[in-house]
């Protein structure tokens, strides 16, 4: 699916003064199965998911919102673009659709989203993966801290510094991403709007907002998995690890040959682990 195919899909609605467009796609095979929710990170925006999208959506109903500032949602120089307030947002956006509680699958920030959420709206949350995401103080990386600057709207064009950011990112692949993907993860930022957005994105990074949740990680209850592209480059697998140790009962699953971006280095095998785990706790859940 190309990115432009992925935008089609795209639903909007208003909280507020501000909107998020998101994708809303498969309808559950049964009536007690809660949806899932994927969150993307930094630099990216929901087409992140594409290629893990349809195997889920065969058997659950799957959203996957841009957050604040990102992809094709609100992206006005005027609102804070923080993880505290991407949760808040996420809690605002599941009661306007009238989602209770839902499993949420998330990487980088946005799983750094999904922990606040998990520890601090749990009601929200029934089952929780998180891939190579931020935590503790394994974040801002060096590359975000300096595009985050705000004299980094001055360097150079939209065109010429999202073509940097491009090159930038390919260490966070252990594979080589074909250009219509790379193209894809990327396409909204190539205006003034655009470059303006992911730059305050980036300057909204914060570690106090993961370091702050540390001591209400052995509070998580619901049924956790940390699955991790072991040679990633940005976020550390030991972090993973820990995770796993912190959140009680955490199921660890490294990803071989897969950096930063392991669902697009290793669709098959996470579509595989992520259908396998909501299948399995759906049970749980329900049984509770």
């Known amino acids: 699916m ?68 990102f992809g094709f949602s609100d992206r006005r120089d005027c609102f804070d673009r923080s993880i505290t307030c991407q949760a808040e947002m996420i809690d605002q956006w599941m009661e306007k659709l ?23 709206f749990p009601h929200r949350v029934s089952r929780l993966c998180v891939m190579n995401t931020v935590c503790y103080d394994s974040w801002p990386i060096e590359l975000m801290l300096q595009f985050g600057h705000p004299g980094a709207k001055s360097l150079a064009s939209a065109s010429k510094t999202i073509t940097s950011l491009g090159v930038a990112l390919k260490s966070g692949f252990a594979t080589s991403p074909n250009s219509e993907v ?16 992911l730059i305050r994105n980036a300057a909204a990074l914060n570690t106090n907002q993961t370091t702050e949740i540390t001591d209400r990680l052995h509070r998580i209850e619901v049924p956790t998995l940390v699955l991790w592209g072991e040679d990633d480059k940005f976020q550390l697998a030991k972090y993973g690890k820990r995770l796993a140790t912190d959140i009680p009962g955490a199921q660890w699953e490294p990803i071989a040959n897969a950096r930063h971006f392991v669902m697009l280095d290793q669709p098959t095998p ?19």
């Open 182 to 197: 790379m193209d894809g993860l990327l396409a909204p930022y190539h205006t003034e709007v655009g470059k303006l957005s």
């Open 98 to 120: 009238g989602i209770a509680q839902a499993a949420f699958v998330a990487h980088d920030i946005g799983g750094g989203v999904a922990l606040r959420l998990a520890t601090l």
């Open 270 to 288: 996470v579509a595989t682990h992520l259908q396998s785990f909501l299948s399995a706790t759906t049970a749980a859940v329900n049984s509770v």
């Open 2 to 69: 190309n990115w432009r195919d992925y935008q089609a899909l795209q639903k909007v609605t208003n909280l507020g003064d501000r909107f998020v467009s998101y994708v809303d796609e498969g309808s559950g095979n049964n009536t007690d199965d809660d949806p899932v929710i994927l969150l993307h990170g930094i630099p990216v925006w929901g087409y992140l998911w594409h290629q893990v999208l349809p195997a889920l959506a065969t058997h659950h109903r799957t959203l996957i919102p841009d957050l604040l500032g």
